[in-house]
């Protein structure tokens, strides 16, 4: 089936330690983001990427850091730097207007 | 700056009722809107696009409808149904697919 894998579901991190959440697509889609859920606010845009080996700077980018080596694959890295992580981490992807497709999510936390 | 607005937050309804989601944007420079569903822990489900030169899309027992010149758009459901219990967020696509969402109405629907 076509369509937005993330993983892992769950993810747990100590201070000060980096992760990195996966995003794989199978839709030939070309552009790819990353959006941050945060109880009783919007999603808001972390990182974009329009085409393979380049990407944009959201509204929210300081303390994560992103690749996008391959079409399919756009994955986000928080780093220490990110000073609250715990956050529903959503990764989408579109083509043209045709709208946006997501992922079913990874919930961060820090322990 | 795009701003987007829901309202109601919170709406609950007896099953069968029609009813009305509303959202607002400030900047009529959008080049669709999309609304979407979202379960408790889960991804975004896309509904309904609508183009900026479009007025309205149905789905189903869904349309939604655009005023992109008073910055409005409305999501009607007739007929609801328990399965319809969710949170339905708007979000207008401001270039490249950069989406900013509203912070959603969450809906219930009791049997």
């Known amino acids: 089936d076509g369509g937005i894998t993330q993983s892992p579901k769950y993810l747990f991190r100590k201070e000060g330690q980096n992760v990195t959440l996966s995003c794989e697509q199978n839709l030939n889609h070309d552009a790819m983001y990353w959006y941050r859920q945060d109880p009783g606010q919007g999603l808001r845009l972390i990182y974009y990427s329009q085409i393979v080996n380049d990407f944009q700077k959201g509204d929210i980018a300081e303390g994560y850091s992103v690749s996008r080596e391959k079409k399919e694959s756009f994955p986000l890295t928080v780093t220490s730097a990110q000073k609250n992580p715990t956050a529903f981490y959503l990764c989408a992807s579109s083509i043209g207007t045709l709208g946006a497709f997501f992922g079913q999510g990874t919930r961060l936390t820090v322990v | 700056k795009q701003e987007v607005t829901q309202i109601p937050a919170a709406l609950s309804v007896p099953e069968g009722e029609n009813l009305v989601l509303n959202c607002s944007f400030t900047?009529?420079?959008?080049?669709?809107l999309q609304w979407f569903r979202q379960d408790p822990g889960k991804g975004l489900t896309s509904l309904l696009l609508?183009?900026?030169?479009?007025r309205e899309q149905t789905s189903g027992r869904l349309n939604a409808s655009l005023d992109k010149s008073s910055g409005r758009s409305t999501l009607y459901i007739a007929a609801s149904q328990p399965g319809d219990s969710a949170t339905y967020l708007c979000?207008?696509?401001?270039?490249?697919?950069?989406?900013?969402f509203g912070t959603g109405t969450r809906l219930l629907v009791s049997p």
């Open positions: 609508i183009q900026s030169s479009q």
């Open positions: 979000a207008v696509n401001t270039g490249f697919q950069k989406l900013v």
């Open positions: 900047d009529s420079a959008i080049y669709n």
